[in-house]
């Protein structure tokens, strides 16, 4: 006898299976992904009284002719470990559901499967005047039964100690003579498509059979749990999906998630923004003044901060996430607002991810986990870069302050509305030509009311930093410090005055200066340092290459200085604004006078406020792009299909306006 | 014969039906037939969305939802099964 256990956990969605892999293996999980797909892998590995055990969560089911990918997924890992002698099956089964849940079980017998049926939420059923006889029903299907609370931790002993002895042999798990006759008579071919299973009829009495035969196996066994009209779940559920109080209570409820993941996440944010920047003053007294002092504090620290800084985003909005979901109120908001996301070719459950795209992408993206099916979550993974995010709006209220100064909310709604446009364009064309979307059928299971329990929510909370930080973080550092790199060589480039000298000379009047005088003499240290700031830029590498992107913007009017804030954009879109501010400063300290000084009319500002805001996604949104769809093709085509278009745009707004003035 | 089959979709919110049978076979009837929408099961319709599609259906003792190019498919007999009045949900 070998001292090892191959444990797959199989059964419906909503059965509680991932609290009870969570309680079979406590701190020993690794989530991870099933390869090529992002669907979400959980995995367990742990000794117990000598044998090692190893756990792996199979996504949830309804059955075994698979539907969706993510259910092909668990049917393919069952069907690879159907011969492995150490395999213990774990059916884990929704005790207050038990009709539609053992049709599984039933497919898993009928396939040759010996499983360990887990009567899961016991205490629910128990609770809800139910009733389960785990003796009569192992009698009657013929598989050891074991009664478990997994939000609890009960009977997760018992469970262990069964899977022990079904491996040892001691209960050998026999197809008993129904089991064999209520399959016998009809062969069932879960795994493959029979050619009798086009028979419509065929299919039909096989389901009506099964049912017929849970039916049986239940009888004297099992009391369903007292009929739900009338009690607190069922009123629930009236409430929230209420004609006229169901959408607004939707609404208030995403307005605070909103809220609190973006503003009550600001100050804790800037918090740490502070923070490294105080370290890096710190850091920069330390360490002797020169390249390794820049890199250390402009490139690496800054990208420390640039990581940091999402966290609280990240940590607030999971938190949200993971109580609508346990909660099972997810499930009803997709409900309501499905309709609206049917013209998007999405599912109801996109509607979190995007919206949460208005307050930061990167959160937004990651939250797309909230869909079961791959191919949603890569369709709403394309269109959430195409969302104006809160770091997009300072750079557009600042263009259109320069360039509109009579009706800047006006044109702002402008903007925002042919974003929208494009988004609706993106979603119903673009996505035509890449080919992954499936149809998606909508059977939305709505699970009973429960509330969330805290262990679940740490857990959920401690792994979605953790991916993040895994990373994202890697991309977000590495891609400041490549900035950085560019905005720091050549080291010296030739200046039009001796700015350092300059300086030095007016530093040293200032200790003699009087006060009235000392004020002028500060404005006018600060006043070269930024000149000398400007023209540095303008002779280092980020400059050269931006000035290869004037291309790019000249057919919409643009000029080689919104080329370079380009490239910092793409770190951080807020970094337009400061790159042009550099930039710009020799014409004047006022960026949108100088802007339009060097000749930008506002139809030119108009269109490069449109392409800014689609050009491409933040480094950060990227790095988690590709981290959840785990393909680079996709992710370059998530990173520049927008682009594309808003160009598209841009040039033939500026074109237009022009032909018409 | 009746004519015009009637199906989940023309259930009203209070309302319910006994399945009758499914229209064709194709993986997604085979996917409700496993929920267990199999003929003679009652069903009850319980909540219709506001923007008037998906509709929540409860059968065999737990609730799902369905968009109307679903609930079309699964066929039912008369509306009022066993004379019962529709219950009209505020």
Known sequence: MKNARRVLLIGNPNAGKTSLFNALTGEHRQVGNWPGVTVERLEGHLNRSGIEFSFLDLPGTYSLSPFTPEEKIAVDALQERKSDPDLVLLNVLDSTNLERNLVLTLQLLEAGFKPVLVLNIA?????????????????????????????????????????????????PCELTRETV???????????????????????????AARFERIAEALAGNWTPPAPEAGSWNDRLDRLVTHRWLGLPLFFVLMALVFWSTFTLAAPISEFIEE???????????????GLLSDLVVNGVLAGVGGVLVFLPSV?????????????????????????????????GRAFLPLVMGFGCNVPAVMATRIL?????????????????????????????????????????????????????????IVLRFFPITGPAPFLLEMPPYRLPTLRSLVLTL??????????????ILAGSILIWALNSFPREVPLSRPFDQDCAALAERLKVAPEAEAKA????????????????????????????LEPIVRPFGCGWREGVALIPGFLAKESIISTLAVLYRPLSADLGLAMRKSGLTPLAGLAFMLFTLLYVPCLPTVGVIHRESGSLGFTFIAAFVPGVLAWIVSVAIFRIGMAVS | MIQQERSLIDLSEGESGTIRGLAGDSPLIRRLLDLGFVPGTRVDALHRAPLGDPTTFALRGYRIGLRAAEACLVLIDGGMADGAHPIQVA
């Open chain 1, 123 to 171: 205490d629910e059923l128990v609770r809800r005047g139910g009733r389960v006889d785990p003796g009569g029903l192992s009698r009657g299907l013929g598989c050891p039964v074991v009664t478990t609370d997994s939000r609890r931790g009960v009977g997760i002993d018992e469970l262990y100690a069964a899977i022990i002895a079904h491996q040892s042999g001691s209960k």
């Open chain 1, 181 to 207: 006759d209520g399959s016998g008579s009809q062969p069932a071919q879960p795994f493959r498509e029979d050619a009798h299973d086009r028979n419509e009829d065929f299919a039909c009495r096989q389901a």
């Open chain 1, 275 to 289: 923070f490294c920047i105080g370290v890096g003053d710190r850091l920069a007294g330390i360490l002797p003044a």
């Open chain 1, 315 to 347: 940590a607030i909005l999971f938190l949200w996430i993971a109580l609508l979901e346990d909660s099972g109120y997810m499930s009803r908001a997709a409900f309501l607002v499905d309709r609206l996301m049917q013209g998007l070719g999405l599912h």
């Open chain 1, 372 to 428: 079961d099916d791959p191919s949603q979550r890569l369709k709403t993974m394309l269109l959430i870069p195409m969302i104006g995010c809160s770091a997009r709006l300072p750079v557009l209220v600042l263009l259109t302050g320069a360039f509109f100064p009579q009706h800047p909310g006006l044109w702002l709604f402008l903007v925002y509305i042919i974003n929208f446009i494009l988004m609706l364009l993106m979603g119903r």
């Open chain 1, 462 to 475: 401690r792994e979605k930093i953790g991916h993040f930080l895994e990373k994202a973080a890697t991309v």
């Open chain 1, 521 to 548: 003499i500060r404005a006018e240290i600060e006043e070269l340092n930024s000149l000398k700031q400007g023209e540095q830029m303008e002779k280092r590498w980020l400059a050269s290459i931006g000035r290869l």
